[in-house]
């Protein structure tokens, strides 16, 4: 009798060892857990571009053939550099900053008429979702020149021209880097005449490096 219970003991402490040793060879390693903190960029660099149309005529091309073009002071094609900065804590905010160049010339041939301007922008964004985006912010252009390449007015004086620009507004709304623009502002030229350089303006946008 006590030779078959030991005999029982012996098997069950058998079974037991061997389901521990099949238990054992399926266990699995534990997941990797992603550091999030390790992917998160505060500033990334930041490149931008617009074609902006709108404003008073600042001048008026009159060619040979009797045609006419007029520049205006919210028209040019603008490339800008700059830095976004993300919060941590609040990942759909985003703050832009950048500095440009924007610059309208006209179909003459023998010279080399030009509007040019340095547009500083201020903004802060929203995403809505991953890709749609929302912006408002100030916006302020430096060192408006008109340059005629000498050719003078209808009065015979140069046709060059310099403008303090005020600082104004800007909203934006963009969809995966391909936006549309609104700008409000002023020129005041010399003799304190003002115009209106008021710009709709399709954008182009992006950070490097890109966001996963």
């Known amino acids: 009798m006590k030779k078959k219970l030991l005999l029982s003991l012996l098997g069950l402490g058998s079974f037991y060892t061997a389901n521990a040793q099949v238990a054992d060879s399926t266990k699995t390693a534990p997941p990797v857990v992603e550091n999030v903190a390790d992917n998160y960029k505060p500033v990334r660099f930041l490149l931008g571009g617009a074609f902006e149309f709108g404003g008073d005529e600042v001048g008026t091309v009159t060619f ?5 073009q007029s520049i205006r002071a919210g028209q040019g094609v603008a490339i800008a550099v700059g830095a976004e900065f993300q919060f941590r804590k609040l990942e759909q905010l985003r703050l832009r900053a950048t500095v440009g ?4 010339t006209t179909a003459a041939d023998n ?5 040019t301007r340095v547009p500083l922008h201020f903004t802060a964004n ?8 929302f912006g408002a912010g100030i916006v302020k252009h430096q060192a408006v020149k008109l340059n005629t390449d000498g050719l003078k007015d209808m009065n015979g004086n140069s046709g060059n021209a310099t403008y303090d620009a005020s600082t104004g507004a800007i909203f934006e709304i963009a969809y995966s880097g391909i936006g549309i ?5 002023d020129y005041t030229d010399k003799d304190n005449f003002t115009y209106s350089a008021n710009s709709f303006g399709i954008t182009i946008s992006g950070v490097l490096p890109k966001r996963k």
Do not use: Q
Not at 64 to 68: A, K, M, Q, S
Not at 111 to 115: C, G, S, T, W
Not at 126 to 133: C, D, G, S, Y
Not at 181 to 185: E, G, H, K
């Open 64 to 68: 040979t053939n009797g045609d006419e």
């Open 101 to 104: 160049y924007k610059y309208v």
């Open 111 to 115: 010279v080399h008429i030009r509007l």
């Open 126 to 133: 929203w995403m809505a979702t991953e890709k749609l985006r």
């Open 181 to 185: 623009s609104y700008t409000i502002m």
